[in-house]
């Protein structure tokens, strides 16, 4: 017989279902119908989408479970700290940079700094994806809640503004745990 928190994953994880589809139907309705390749360009938006989001939240899990679970935990802790540190890094610091590379030497600087921030965004969004799965299926950082979290990135990526700007302030939460991770390591 089925526990009963076995079935309440399996009831989030239908909720995740049906919302993620209600969302996708919104996002068709955002374009005119006479558009013909609407279906197809939703549609790659979306299997693209979620394709690259589980991969990379899945190699997280799979390859750094202690970190993933410890970063999710991050951001349960305090989410407030993880957006102001997501925003400090993913928009500060790259002005910052930019700016930096007014110089000769600053560029030198800023290339790798760009790199690594790219790469740091990656990492973040990963986490991201494991966190809301993780809401999504009770808590834990496992394959469920990278197929959760994948597939409401995804249909959050497929509508148009509105999902664009969720999909990144979501994100920050993730980027913005990385980034304090890098920052503190960097510092002890």
């Known amino acids: 017989m089925p526990s009963t928190r076995s079935l309440a994953r399996v009831g989030s994880v239908a909720v995740t279902v049906v919302a993620a589809l209600s969302l996708a139907g919104l996002a068709a309705a955002q374009f005119p119908v006479a558009d013909a390749d609407l279906g197809v360009r939703l549609a790659t938006q979306f299997v693209g989408g979620f394709l690259v989001n589980l991969v990379l939240a899945g190699l997280l899990v799979l390859l750094a479970p202690s970190y993933a679970r410890r970063t999710v935990g991050a951001i349960r802790d305090d989410p407030g700290s993880a957006f102001l540190w997501g925003l400090l890094v993913g928009i500060a610091v790259p002005i910052g940079l930019v700016l930096l590379a007014l110089t000769i030497i600053g560029l030198l600087i800023t290339i790798?700094?760009?790199?690594?921030?790219?790469?740091?965004?990656v990492v973040g969004n990963a986490v991201a994806v494991c966190w809301f799965g993780g809401l999504l299926?009770?808590?834990?950082?496992?394959?469920?809640?990278?197929?959760?979290?994948?597939?409401?990135f995804a249909v959050l990526g497929v509508v148009p503004i509105v999902g664009t700007l969720a999909t990144t302030l979501l994100s920050f939460l993730g980027l913005g745990v990385v980034g304090r991770d890098l920052y503190t390591s960097w510092q002890g």
Do not use: F
């Open 112 to 121: 790798p700094g760009l790199i690594a921030l790219a790469i740091l965004g």
């Open 137 to 152: 299926t009770g808590g834990d950082v496992d394959g469920a809640a990278v197929g959760a979290g994948a597939l409401v």
